[in-house]
């Protein structure tokens, strides 16, 4: 384990780099590039848990796209992590395998990044939750459309995937839980990140922004706005602590659905401070929005997961505390 | 059960946390019987202060009571978290009502940091041991939220403050939890001019049964007579019941917060999750139940895990201020939820239902309409988090 001194310097570390390299090519920055200078797999090899927090909230706080969620699922999965090798994620708003068998014939529909137009594998699991197989396909089996959606820049591809499953193999019951539960951190860190930028500039507006006479921070209702955002934003770092400290399946489902309903939250309140300005595209405010309505869909939303979390609970009738002091 | 044999299995308080817990609660769970309340549930308030005093008199002679707190009190020291894990154990095996129990947290602390170490010696072990109960005189009719507007006067008798050996007490206190149950109280009072706001304030330990104290009894919204007004009319206390400096007092009041804000959440949130489990086991198995508990589920989970990270930090650094307003937040949140929840799923057991489940839980719901106003708005914690955390300046 890392101690907090190494993980500041590394937290930094990372973030410049990602920032040198946004300023120098914009949006067509190479942030792969970047984390792979800094050695992003070794990190993930060495420090997983470490090199996933730090990355991915990195990532959401300035808005950067990059392909780091295939090599988390890749090793993740038991795979060698490489920029050759894409990982289908499941669809939109679900979790379970992304493939299944139809007739002696490998079928298979999710999203992916986009890793998935130049890498020559892809890797598919396919299955049920609890009976996962794996299979790596060449880049030929795989039909992959760019999307636009909400959020061009996130990158996000939908693949769909036909042939044989050729050399797969045979999952340990948990590693699909286990895997999903490490890019439901990843994703979750990622929104955290997001969240907090969202809430700093509409903090930086309400101190700028004169109105009446003097900035708008001074009135009750921004500051409440606000004040709610922060609550938030600080619940969901804490839950995402508390998944790395308990790294199960649960914790990581949990601060998931947390790190949905805190980016809706946030949104909500911060658009509202940023009123005009943040309704245009002059401003920033907009693609940090637009990547978390994009990254909510990654490994499931919140009211799904709550709704599969709730059904759990009555179902044991069994109600987890998860974590103790 | 006699204390020797119970003592001797008992932990070393620097033993990890995790052990202690795993002790504790089995000591707990072997002892359940004699623990459990004597009643049905839910009692009435005199049943559950007599079963408060009669657990805790069961744990302080089997050794439980004492860990956390300094040995110069009649502890066994080791962490606090020992206390808030004993406190989270009881409500989670709904042995004692935690805002009740909790109120330790508030008090005791206070006479072993600021009364003389012979008073706190005599009197905390009586506390702990559930020979006594205490209460704490801070609101005021007209100081609520506004703290350091209180107005209750102590004057040095003879009029002058370094050498009185008595101070005499006028004025009135509100919302005084257990008031007229309880054997003393830390009191705050105005010692300084009218406009000294936080540096005019002075605290006291006052016995309960000195002449010129009565108490009044308030009825909550669930029928409930846990808070009254207190009022003060020539009341003498000796010199040495002073608790910290003259006009010290608000320094008193505050430090009262990282208690409240760690162990008493810690166990209103073990209180919590035991409700949630209640409503789990009573719910209907459908989608629209599956939602409703799902989301409480989460809030939970949001406010155990800030918890927690609060008084991991407290105990590395001994210190937390300003950010528990966020806890404070998140507490009062999820309360709300969880009771809304109830009432959602279980339609008519808090509007109608007559039997003990329905009494239970409509007490309950009704008292956690207070978790937004008891301990400092919910509107107070938003202008602290407003102000001192997302530094947006004065909003004057």
Redesign the interface.
């Known amino acids: 384990m890392i101690d907090a001194d190494e993980r500041a310097a590394m937290e930094a570390t990372v973030r410049r780099a990602i920032a040198d390299a946004l300023e120098v090519a914009g949006e067509a920055a190479d942030i792969d590039a970047a984390l792979a200078e800094l050695d992003w797999l070794g990190m993930l090899e060495d420090e997983p848990d470490a090199a996933i927090d730090i990355v991915f909230s990195a990532l959401g706080a300035t808005n950067a796209t990059a392909t780091a969620l295939d090599d988390v699922m890749a090793s993740a999965l038991g795979r060698e992590p490489r920029a050759d090798l894409a990982v289908l994620l499941p669809r939109f708003a679900a979790w379970d395998p992304p493939g299944r068998i139809d007739a002696d014939e490998l079928a298979a529909q999710g999203l992916a990044t986009g890793r998935a137009d130049g890498a020559g594998e892809m890797l598919v699991v396919f299955g049920s939750e609890s009976e996962p197989w794996s299979v790596v396909v060449p880049a030929t089996a795989a039909e992959v459309t760019a999307v636009r959606g909400v959020d061009p820049d996130a990158g996000l591809r939908v693949v769909r995937v036909r042939g044989r499953a050729v050399g797969a193999t045979r999952l340990e019951p948990a590693a699909w839980q286990s895997a999903v539960a490490r890019g439901r951190r990843a994703v979750a860190h990622e929104i955290a990140g997001a969240s907090r930028t969202m809430l700093e500039l509409a903090r930086t507006h309400a101190l700028t922004r004169v109105q009446f006479g003097g900035p708008i921070a001074r009135f009750q209702a921004v500051r409440h706005r606000l004040a709610e955002a922060l609550v938030a934003v600080e619940a969901l770092e804490a839950a995402l602590a508390a998944a790395r400290d308990e790294p199960n399946p649960d914790t990581a489902a949990l601060a998931k659905a947390i790190a949905g309903r805190t980016a809706h939250t946030v949104a909500r309140h911060c658009q509202q401070v940023l009123a005009g300005i943040g309704f245009t595209t002059e401003h920033s405010f907009q693609r940090f929005l637009k990547r978390t309505l994009a990254l909510e869909g990654i490994f499931g939303s919140a009211d799904a997961i709550v709704l599969e979390v709730g059904r759990r609970l009555l179902a044991t009738r069994h109600v987890p505390t998860l974590i103790e002091l | 059960m006699s204390s020797s044999q119970s003592s001797s299995r008992l932990p070393d308080p620097t033993s990890p ?2 052990d202690y ?1 795993e002790t504790l609660r089995a000591w707990l769970d072997a002892n359940h019987e004699a623990l459990a309340p004597r009643y049905d549930p839910p009692g009435s308030l005199d049943d559950r202060i007599a079963q408060m005093q009669r657990v805790k008199a069961i744990l302080f002679d089997a050794g439980w009571m004492q860990f956390g707190w300094p040995e110069r009190v009649g502890g066994r020291g080791g962490p606090p ?1 020992l206390r ?2 004993l406190g989270a154990a009881l409500a989670a095996r709904d042995l004692t009502d935690p805002g009740l129990f909790s109120l330790i947290e508030v008090l005791a602390p206070t006479l072993i940091d600021f009364a003389p170490p012979e008073l706190a010696a005599e009197v905390v072990p009586r506390l702990l041991s559930g020979a006594e109960l205490w209460c704490q005189g801070f609101s005021e009719p007209d100081s609520g939220s506004d703290l350091a507007s209180l107005r209750c006067y102590a004057v040095p008798e003879g009029g002058d403050a370094g050498t009185a050996s008595t101070w005499v007490i006028n004025g009135q206190k509100v919302w005084t939890s257990l008031a007229q149950f309880s054997d003393r109280c830390v009191l705050l009072t105005r010692t300084g001019p009218v406009d000294s706001r936080h540096r005019g304030i002075t605290a006291f330990f006052v016995d309960m049964d000195t002449p010129g104290i009565r108490v009044a009894p308030l009825a909550m919204i669930n029928g409930e007579l846990e808070f009254a007004e207190v009022f003060f009319d020539d009341v003498a206390v000796p010199a040495e019941r002073m608790l910290g400096e003259l006009h010290g007092g608000w320094a008193v009041a505050m430090s009262i917060l990282p208690y409240e804000r760690s162990s008493c959440f ?1 166990q209103r949130i ?1 209180y919590l ?1 035991r409700r ?2 209640r409503l ?2 009573a ?1 209907p ?1 459908d ?1 629209r ?7 409480a ?2 809030s939970l ?6 918890s ?2 609060t ?2 930090r407290l105990a590395e650094t001994g210190a937390i201020g300003a ?1 528990t307003s ?1 806890d404070k ?2 507490v009062a949140t999820a309360e709300q939820t969880t009771y809304d929840a109830v009432r959602r799923l279980l339609p008519g057991l808090i509007e109608l239902d007559d039997g003990a489940t329905g009494e239970v839980w409509r007490s309950e719901y009704l008292y956690s309409r207070a978790a937004t106003i008891y301990g400092g708005t919910a ?1 107070v ?3 602290i ?3 001192r ?2 530094e ?5």
């Open positions: 946390l995790a817990r978290m808030t894990e810690w073990a999750y949630l489990q789990v086991d719910a198995d989608d139940a599956a939602e409703t508990v799902g989301d589920f989460v989970f949001a406010l155990r895990a800030r927690r990270a008084q991991r950010e966020i937040v998140l509107e914690q938003r202008n988090i407003a102000r955390l997302l947006l300046g004065s909003d004057e």
